[in-house]
């Protein structure tokens, strides 16, 4: 966008003066339930014997949406038909029972709670079927990180470091950890604090560890201002991180002996802020009862790697049906939410024996309390000031235009609904919300149940063609996909086996909106940095980076900073996403300095051709692991720097898709982004 007509817009914003044919203002178009969950909204205030009204997923079902503006096409499964057959409680009925799964699942993600939870460790390192704590690493392991980074004495600002060279916020709430020469025992957990990412795990009697252990906030919560900016800001737990940089985080404990850093040959990501945690393939290997077939086997090992992906929000968890990007399970799949909880054995399916089966049970045990914690979360509110002319018109845009009416000439093929924004993302403007041409019933508020196919969303295919039919027929053999419900109208496995599917396209789930001003980038990849980009896809960049948190004055050059979080000095609420640098194609070599440009480039990384980067890319997407060996682990501070990149010419991130957008006006895509921001 020009500065001219970012000044334009600006003052438009200003003064509220944009006008739109038949849109007025008025009082039922603004307001937001702000996601989590209507049956923890209705027992505020309610005795632990009120019964639980039903819940909203549960009324996603084939014709509810027939001939409505909002489309639904991924339907809700109950995984809890037979409890006794897959071992696992079904829905709270009561508020008591409510209150109880959600103060177990709200322990199992609270930092330094006695019941919190790490990777691959369950809640007790102690235990056989978490290897004894193998995925943890202790307290004075930790210490000397500062060591790895080349400093001759540790910093006096270490947490601080930590929290910035790996991408996780400081939340306001203590997470100790002990400093050199502290018992935890002796000082309520140690005089340190330690990022969200990371958590010290108590003993079975409840006494401190000296043990850490990976959380869930790792890639599922993030950081949006300061705590001082409003409520919910600071650290933003469930909003998904575009922060992290795991594979750093596990090159510097290689050298410290952390035996779970191994991983990080495997590659989590390419690009800071993104994750390969969907990369579900290769636990697919590993069935529970019936085994594999070899061509199912051979179909695993083909499938590829899903690359890079953004982490959606868990305050929308409430709102949709199916979960992952592609409406792979059900939501009320729980088990698979416990993946990087699940004490290590539990992986290995029946090979495992009874060691697996511990670990299993211990899934069995806290999933469904994780998700009803996870399903509470509410979005935090917009913190800056807000046109409420204008978002008004923007809620009526966003409801009624129809991007595909005639005139628009929009070359995209039609999706169902009504073409307007709500068809794919829901309704949440009380006037709408209330209208049964939008909704079959108000309960469906923020709904989002439509996976649009790819042909019309466009966007990178690699996940939905990594999650290959030999993946989702592993994956029905897999603890994680409910083996007992097979074949059943209950189905819980993979949603995108063709006989469940039916008729219904592969594509990408179009996601509720709740706090989507808080979530940036966007799409499934990460690939677009605001909203704005978004709706106009002619002004995305090929390759550009996010700007990153100033260094202190006596470190600057020293020290490895992460991405500004910054409200007043790196967002930008005009574009509604954070503030980025544009990155000219780089071809950099130790024998020719000079700066070429060049095509398909991808600074730092093994791709120096278009062509060798094509093959790569087969090779990416026809044999698993391939794409996380073949890099090595990030070891040079200008590698560091350079993983801050995104790429979109590299495997995974291409930032192409939803371009049905193009046919908006740009006083259209302002009054969009003013309404979003009311979400």
Not at 13 to 33: I, M, Q
Not at 172 to 200: A, D, I, K, V
Not at 419 to 440: I, K, T, W
Request: proline letters at 9%; hydrophobic letters at 35%.
């Amino acid at each position: 966008m020009s500065e001219v007509r970012r000044a334009f817009i600006r003052t438009l914003l200003a003064v509220g003066t944009l006008a739109f044919p038949g849109v007025s203002a008025a009082g039922d178009l603004l307001g937001s339930s702000r996601g989590g969950s209507l049956q923890w909204d209705f027992c505020y205030g309610k005795p632990d014997s009120a019964v639980l009204p039903a819940d909203p997923r549960t009324l996603v079902q084939p014709g509810i949406s027939n001939g409505r503006a909002v489309h639904f096409n991924a339907f809700w499964k109950n995984c809890h038909v037979d409890p006794v057959a897959v071992q696992e409680i079904g829905a709270a009925k009561t508020c008591g029972e409510l209150r109880e799964r959600f103060y177990q699942g709200e322990a199992l993600l609270t930092n330094g709670h006695p019941g919190a939870g790490a990777l691959f460790t369950g809640t007790d390192p102690t235990r056989l079927d978490s290897a004894f704590g193998i995925s943890t690493f202790t307290a004075a392991q930790y210490n000397e990180l500062w060591r790895v980074w080349g400093f001759l004495f540790r910093p006096d600002n270490f947490d601080t470091l930590v929290s910035q060279r790996y991408g996780s916020g400081i939340s306001t709430e203590r997470n100790p950890y002990p400093l050199p020469g502290q018992n935890p025992n002796f000082t309520n957990g140690g005089s340190g604090q330690l990022p969200q990412m990371l958590t010290q795990l108590r003993n079975p009697d409840g006494s401190w560890s000296g043990r850490i252990g990976v959380t869930c906030h790792a890639c599922h919560s993030g950081a949006v201002g300061k705590p001082e900016d409003g409520p919910g800001l600071g650290v933003v737990v469930g909003g998904g991180s575009s922060l992290a940089d795991l594979d750093l985080f596990l090159s510097d404990l290689l050298p410290l002996g952390y035996p779970a850093s191994l991983a990080t040959f495997l590659n989590l990501n390419r690009t800071r802020g993104t994750n390969n945690a969907s990369d579900i393939n290769l636990a697919f290997l590993f069935p529970d009862e019936e085994p594999l077939t070899p061509s199912e086997v051979l179909g695993v090992l083909n499938s590829g790697s899903t690359a890079g992906m953004d982490t959606p929000a868990w305050w929308n968890m409430g709102h949709r049906p199916v979960k992952f990007v592609d409406g792979v399970f059900p939501m009320d799949a729980p088990r698979v939410d416990m993946v990087f909880y699940t004490p290590f054995f539990g992986l290995f399916g029946g090979i495992g024996g009874p060691v697996s089966e511990s670990g299993q049970d211990w899934m069995r045990a806290n999933g469904p309390p994780l998700n009803t914690w996870v399903e509470a979360l509410k979005s935090p509110e917009y913190p800056l000031p807000i046109n409420q002319t204008l978002a008004e018109q923007g809620a009526v845009l966003f409801h009624t235009l129809d991007m595909w009416a005639p005139g628009r000439n929009n070359s995209v093929p039609r999706p169902a609904g009504n073409g307007s924004c709500a068809s794919c993302h829901g309704a949440y403007a009380p006037r709408y919300v209330n209208d049964p041409s939008f909704l079959a019933t108000p309960a469906l508020e923020g709904m989002a149940s439509y996976i649009v196919p790819l042909r019309i969303i466009g966007t990178d295919p690699v996940r939905v063609n990594t999650n290959n039919m030999a993946v989702q027929a592993a994956g029905a053999k897999n603890f994680f996909g409910y083996p007992p419900t097979a074949g059943t109208a209950q189905d819980c496995g993979p949603q995108n086996q063709p006989h469940l599917r039916g008729n219904r396209e592969l594509g990408y789930l179009a996601p509720p909106l709740y706090g989507v001003w808080a979530t940036a980038p966007y799409l499934h990849n990460g690939s677009v940095p605001n909203v704005w980009e978004v709706l106009k896809p002619s002004d995305r960049k090929p390759i550009w980076r996010r700007v990153s948190t100033p260094a202190r004055w006596d470190q600057k050059g020293r020290v490895i900073m992460g991405f500004d979080t910054d409200l007043q000095r790196a967002f930008d609420p005009a574009k509604l996403g954070w503030k980025y640098d544009t990155i000219a194609c780089e071809w950099r070599t130790p024998w020719n300095p000079s700066v070429s440009p060049y095509i398909n480039c991808d600074p730092g990384d093994e791709f120096r051709t278009p062509l060798a980067q094509l093959m790569l890319n087969v090779l990416f997407s026809n044999l698993v692991a391939t794409w996380n060996i073949l890099h090595p682990p990030t070891r040079t501070p200008q590698q560091i720097e350079d993983r801050k990149i995104f790429n979109s010419h590299a495997f995974g991130q291409d930032n192409g898709g939803h371009e049905f957008n193009a046919v908006l006006t740009d006083l259209e895509r302002v009054a969009l982004i003013e309404y979003l921001k009311t979400l």
